[in-house]
């Protein structure tokens, strides 16, 4: 087994964090370990405060991990005026681009413009005929361009027809008139919440996974604490704070119940749903393409990821918030639009894997409207409880709404509010462009491909150089996980050691992203990932065969429910 530090997240230290988060009074409680709980713990460990986080199963297991993967300024924004918002996604991409340069990168978007087409990006306005529509999309991207500042990647600029099937040789070619390119940014979510949940962990916050709140303690009216239940080692514990707050997205409303008050927040969860396609059967790029119009004015983005395509999303009701799936419907719809737009006909056989997850949106004032048209904006709201609830929002902005939460609780104690977020390098960034030449370096002298050591690098940045290091104990650890996949088997371990991965589906699903590329969705695999974990973390045969067959039948339900019906 191999040895980790007191500074890692292995299973010892998450053993630890619960006797801390008894025995110490923690200055901030933050429920929920997302992107936003996990941003908020980092601000305030920044600032100072004593942090403790707990999440009811794993990091990024909800919403987190069920994103386009795209940080974004979110141009479909632009048609409803949003500019406030637009801006502050814009400045928060440029934030991340700096901040996390191996985890965030740049990322070119194709948009075609064809005969016929009336609402474009999701306009909610058209014009006679169309006339003018390629005039007011342009002056839409320079004000994207101009909403950017002086952290604009790159200027967009127009495409003929030509240019757009040369970068995107799959798109019907009947009726394109030409398009336009622009560029936004790409990060693996579920990734970018675990270098926040480990750099929280660097600046002294508590953190463990299985943890769920199940009651708050007040005194005099005022919320002081939680009553926990560490669902791993069937304990309950107690955990006292001068702050709660509560970061648990869809379902915040849920959570403000628990203090039997009544609740401030409104929430109105959206399915977004998602296929995980072959970049060759797309014959994708390196670009990725927006779909120009559906009949219900949403946008539909088809994204290269890795050697796969992610193509969505939809913008529908509600259902299961604890296990959204894609429903026939959810993919017949997908497939209507990627096949009406593209040359290759596709079929539901095409399709790798699906997801879907819920989006957080604070409900409209008006019943009845659609949540495609609710603003993603985020709201800050204090219970007369005390507890503090962040709410809306989207993954490119978790920061941004992390820092306005933590200058409540800064204005709460007088105390002076600094932003040290907008310059702090998350772990694995920093000295990251010399350390991408060692780590090819040793890769290669370790024998992995350009292919795994690229991947490597986009995942833990200089972290990268731990998980040659247990290579380098273990030369078995460098083999692949599955064929066509960069995944070794050092991840499993490291996961394990570094990461508070303590079950197979936290590897396969949020370590990495193997249910999502893997065409068996890591059922061919999880018995070896198993073993790996056993050994790291000491189960028993028993608790082994639990576990993978926990993880086979989350699988088999998902598999189920997108099924399409002949």
């Excluded at 991990?65 to 991409?93: C, Q």
């Excluded at 409303?253 to 409104?266: I, N």
């Excluded at 994708?284 to 990821?305: N, Q, S």
């Excluded at 650890?477 to 070794?488: K, T, V, W």
Aim: one cysteine or more; charged letters at 20%; aromatic letters at 6%.
């Amino acid at each position: 087994m191999f040895v980790v530090t007191m500074h890692s997240l292995s299973s010892t230290v998450r053993m630890h964090n619960l006797t801390n988060l008894t025995s110490e009074r923690h200055d901030v409680l933050v429920i929920g370990g997302g992107v936003t709980g996990a941003g908020v713990a980092l601000d305030a460990a920044a600032r100072g405060y004593r942090v403790a986080l707990v999440e009811k199963i794993d990091f990024a297991s909800g919403t987190s991990s069920k994103s386009t993967k795209l940080v974004h300024g979110g141009i479909r924004y632009l048609p409803n005026f949003d500019f406030a918002l637009v801006h502050e996604a814009l400045v928060e991409r440029g934030i991340l681009l700096q901040n996390a340069p191996f985890l965030v990168s740049p990322l070119a978007f194709v948009l075609p413009i064809y005969e016929g087409d009336r609402h474009p990006v999701g306009m909610p306005f058209t014009t006679p005929k169309g006339i003018g529509l390629g005039l007011l999309l342009n002056i839409g991207l320079w004000m994207y361009d101009g909403l950017s500042g002086r952290r604009n990647i790159r200027l967009h600029r127009h495409l003929r027809r030509k240019g757009v099937l040369k970068l995107a040789p799959a798109l019907v070619p009947e009726g394109l008139k030409d398009g336009y390119m622009y560029y936004d940014g790409q990060t693996n979510d579920a990734r970018l919440t675990m270098a926040l949940i480990r750099t929280a962990a660097q600046y002294g916050a508590t953190i463990t996974n299985y943890t769920e709140v199940t009651s708050f303690i007040s005194e005099h009216g005022r919320v002081t604490g939680v009553n926990i239940h560490d669902r791993l080692g069937d304990q309950h514990l107690t955990v006292h704070a001068r702050h709660i707050v509560n970061a648990t997205g869809i379902f915040s409303e849920e959570v403000e119940a628990l203090t039997g008050t009544e609740s401030l927040v409104k929430i109105e969860p959206s399915k977004g749903v998602h296929l995980v396609l072959s970049r060759e059967d797309l014959k994708l790029g390196d670009a990725a393409i927006v779909l120009p119009e559906t009949e219900d004015k949403r946008i539909l983005f088809i994204v290269p990821w890795e050697s796969r395509a992610i193509f969505g999303t939809t913008d529908t009701g509600t259902g299961d918030l604890d296990h959204p799936t894609a429903s026939k419907e959810d993919v017949a719809y997908l497939l209507k639009y990627l096949n009406r737009y593209l040359t290759v006909n596709l079929t539901e056989e095409n399709i790798i894997s699906t997801y879907a997850g819920y989006r957080p949106l604070v409900s409209p004032r008006k019943p009845g409207r659609s949540t495609a048209k609710v603003s993603r904006t985020h709201a800050v709201l204090q219970s007369p409880s005390g507890l503090v609830t962040i709410v809306g929002g989207k993954l490119t902005t978790y920061r941004r709404m992390a820092q306005d939460t933590v200058d409540v609780l800064n204005r709460r104690d007088g105390s002076r509010v600094l932003h040290p977020t907008q310059s702090l390098p998350l772990q694995g960034s920093a000295g990251w462009p010399f350390m991408q030449r060692e780590l090819e370096k040793k890769g290669t002298a370790l024998g992995l491909s350009h292919q795994t050591i690229a991947h490597l690098g986009r995942s833990y940045g200089t972290e990268a150089i731990t998980v040659l290091d247990l290579i380098a104990g273990d030369p078995s650890l460098a083999q692949l996980l599955i064929g066509d996949l960069p995944y070794i088997r050092a991840e499993v371990v490291y996961a394990c050691c570094y990461e508070m991965a303590v079950t197979p589906y936290d590897v396969l699903a949020r370590r990495t992203s193997i249910t999502l590329e893997d065409r068996q969705r890591g059922l061919g695999v999880v018995d070896e990932v198993a073993a790996l974990m056993a050994k790291e973390l000491q189960w028993t045969p028993e608790q082994q065969k639990s576990l993978v067959d926990a993880f086979c039948r989350a699988m088999d339900t998902q598999i189920a429910a997108e099924k399409i019906e002949v």
